[in-house]
């Protein structure tokens, strides 16, 4: 437009022009000018947000995936292997002693039934944006003494410490140390070397701790480790630590600390 407006004056239009003819051509040229460059500025603004979104929008999901193959593991792994050991055993009893290969099948029963609830349970959550469904509380500090005699039925003895009386703990705290206590007892039950393990919670100022241990059988790397890095990742969304390996003395062990304030 200014190219225009310079070739008019210079040939077409050639009387004397004064400061009033460019205040008139910018008056035409700016506002179009300072629109577009103010859109443009919008555009590449809504394209940033576009992108961001989107980022937000991939995490989110990544999220969510994470969270829900961790539940998976936590909540179904441990009954599924259970339910294999218990298997094998009554397969060696089947014809020694029919009685307890009885028993144990029953206990792959209910641990199967078990399983299928708590599954029925799990798909309504990730199912029920809202949590309408989620009518049984989630598990915590309360119920590891039911969880320890469960493992003690399938043939896993467990020397247990709470702390008395039982602390208040946070929610996600709270969670989160059951979870870890059943990940370790079933990693001793799958793995232990003589069917053993020592489980320990105490709790101070700072931090819940939890101490497992059962004797290493020598193959502690033959696992997928799914529940040592679901383990890793409920520590590490309460800001906590976790160490885990083989001591001198050959015991695999598992300290855990989950703070009890935000860190």
Not at 27 to 43: I, M, N, T
Not at 68 to 87: C, K, L, P, W, Y
Not at 109 to 124: D, I, M, N, V
């Amino acid at each position: 437009m200014l190219a225009v407006f310079w070739v008019v004056y210079h040939f077409v239009d050639t009387r004397q022009h004064n400061i009033s003819d460019a205040v008139f051509i910018l008056a035409l040229v700016l506002p179009p000018y300072v629109a577009g460059r103010l859109v443009l500025r919008l555009d590449a603004a809504r394209i940033l947000a576009l992108r961001h979104q989107e980022l937000v929008r991939a995490e989110a999901v990544r999220g969510e995936r994470d969270r829900i193959a961790r539940e998976m593991h936590d909540v179904i792994a441990h009954s599924i292997s259970a339910m294999v050991v218990q298997t094998a055993a009554a397969q060696d009893l089947v014809r020694s002693d029919p009685a307890r290969a009885e028993r144990a099948l029953a206990d792959v029963a209910a641990t199967g039934r078990q399983a299928l609830s708590e599954t029925g349970r799990l798909l309504h959550l990730i199912r029920d944006d809202a949590d309408e469904m989620a009518f049984a509380p989630p598990p915590g500090l309360a119920q590891v003494p039911a969880l320890v005699d469960e493992f003690r039925d399938r043939g896993l003895t467990v020397e247990l410490r709470l702390p008395v009386p039982l602390p208040e703990l946070p929610a996600a705290v709270d969670l989160s140390a059951y979870r870890i206590v059943q990940e370790a007892l079933t990693n001793a039950h799958k793995h232990g070397a003589d069917r053993t393990a020592c489980l320990v919670l105490t709790r101070d100022r700072q931090a819940l701790r939890i101490d497992a241990s059962n004797p290493a059988d020598g193959r502690c790397g033959d696992g997928s480790r799914l529940g040592l890095l679901g383990m890793l990742e409920r520590v590490s969304l309460v800001g906590g630590t976790l160490d885990h390996g083989v001591d001198p003395t050959g015991r695999f062990v598992v300290h855990a600390s989950l703070p009890l304030a935000p860190a």
